[in-house]
């Protein structure tokens, strides 16, 4: 299934893309959680419970609804650096043989259509599409031979990165370069994981202002997104609806020459294969 969340008049709900448009899931069933994070959490059989609402539900007009983030509220975002070998080679870094994991904050998280605010302390914006897992069955020490299973979903993530900041302070100021409001966009929907058998063979791409900026597929990826899972619950217990943003290909601003980094009126777009296109624009 292809999940929405969104506010209204009565606050956060959950809507389903389907052929016929988006589905309201609590107008279609009464008995069905409010937020995305709830259905993740009821598994297989609340999903069906959501397909069968979604078969015949009302359905909703986008003009009158505000599309939030997939999951509007992770406890946790975590991110993963330098994950695509094609990317690795563009930087000139060596193939690192553990992840290189990081964090943003919540108030970094943005949805599809928002702007992405530049900072006036920034002046090397820069973007990265990414593909972004989100944790259905949360665990603690989950075995790689397990770790699909815990996975919920796929949505589209744009890790927005100042690049002045996590790399040019005092020590590299990974967190705070990539956590400033709105470095977080997310959505427009979450794919659930059964959608997509093949979560290593996507095609990624970012467009700004309709040029083809990064273009690659997830086949790239250097740790898969199964081995991601494991490794991370090795050391923080997973929950239900956490967002692992799981790397960048090639093609960003920093590595061009000439730099090229994000300004005010500029337009991102990220698509990834079978889940979408997001789209951000720039304000600052």
Same mark, same amino acid.
């Given at each position: 299934?292809?999940? !929405?969340?969104? =506010?209204?008049?009565?606050?956060?709900?959950? #809507?389903?893309?389907? @052929?016929?448009? *988006?589905?309201?899931? $609590?107008?279609?069933?009464?008995?069905?959680?409010?937020?995305?994070?709830?259905?993740?959490?009821?598994?297989?059989?609340?999903?069906?419970?959501?397909?069968?609402?979604?078969?015949?539900?009302?359905?909703?007009?986008?003009?009158?609804?505000?599309?939030?983030?997939?999951?509007?509220?992770?406890?946790?975002?975590?991110?993963?650096?330098?994950?695509?070998?094609?990317?690795?080679?563009?930087?000139?870094?060596?193939?690192?043989?553990?992840? !290189?994991?990081? =964090?943003?904050?919540?108030?970094?998280?943005? #949805?599809?259509?928002? @702007?992405?605010? *530049?900072?006036?302390? $920034?002046?090397?914006?820069?973007?990265?599409?990414?593909?972004?897992?989100?944790?259905?069955?949360?665990?603690?020490?989950?075995?790689?031979?397990?770790?699909?299973?815990?996975?919920?979903?796929?949505?589209?993530?744009?890790?927005?990165?100042?690049?002045?900041?996590?790399?040019?302070?005092?020590?590299?100021?990974?967190?705070?370069?990539?956590?400033?409001?709105?470095?977080?966009?997310?959505?427009?929907?979450?794919?659930?994981?059964?959608?997509?058998?093949?979560?290593?063979?996507?095609?990624?791409?970012?467009?700004?202002?309709?040029?083809?900026?990064?273009?690659?597929?997830?086949?790239?990826?250097?740790?898969?997104?199964?081995?991601?899972?494991?490794?991370?619950?090795?050391?923080?217990?997973?929950?239900?609806?956490?967002?692992?943003?799981?790397?960048?290909?090639?093609?960003?601003?920093?590595?061009?020459?000439?730099?090229?980094?994000?300004?005010?009126?500029?337009?991102?777009?990220?698509?990834?294969?079978?889940?979408?296109?997001?789209?951000?624009?720039?304000?600052?």
């Amino acid at each position: 299934m292809r999940f !929405v969340s969104y =506010s209204n008049s009565q606050g956060p709900r959950v #809507a389903v893309e389907t @052929a016929r448009g *988006l589905v309201d899931l $609590a107008a279609a069933d009464v008995s069905l959680p409010r937020t995305l994070k709830e259905i993740l959490a009821g598994g297989a059989a609340l999903l069906a419970r959501c397909a069968a609402a979604a078969a015949a539900g009302p359905l909703l007009k986008r003009e009158h609804i505000r599309i939030l983030p997939p999951i509007p509220d992770p406890e946790k975002i975590i991110c993963i650096g330098l994950n695509y070998a094609d990317h690795a080679a563009e930087t000139g870094a060596a193939i690192p043989n553990e992840p !290189v994991c990081f =964090s943003k904050f919540l108030t970094s998280l943005r #949805a599809d259509g928002e @702007a992405i605010e *530049l900072p006036p302390v $920034a002046k090397e914006v820069d973007y990265e599409a990414e593909l972004v897992v989100v944790v259905g069955q949360g665990g603690k020490n989950i075995p790689r031979e397990e770790a699909m299973a815990h996975i919920g979903g796929y949505t589209v993530g744009h890790d927005v990165s100042a690049r002045d900041w996590q790399k040019g302070k005092p020590g590299g100021q990974w967190l705070l370069g990539k956590s400033f409001d709105s470095f977080a966009p997310c959505g427009p929907v979450l794919v659930t994981a059964d959608e997509i058998p093949n979560v290593g063979q996507l095609d990624i791409k970012l467009r700004l202002n309709g040029k083809v900026m990064q273009d690659s597929n997830t086949k790239q990826l250097i740790f898969d997104v199964g081995y991601l899972v494991s490794y991370l619950s090795q050391v923080v217990t997973l929950k239900t609806g956490d967002l692992i943003f799981t790397g960048t290909p090639p093609g960003v601003g920093v590595a061009r020459k000439p730099p090229v980094f994000l300004k005010g009126g500029d337009v991102v777009e990220i698509e990834i294969e079978k889940i979408g296109v997001l789209r951000n624009p720039v304000v600052g």
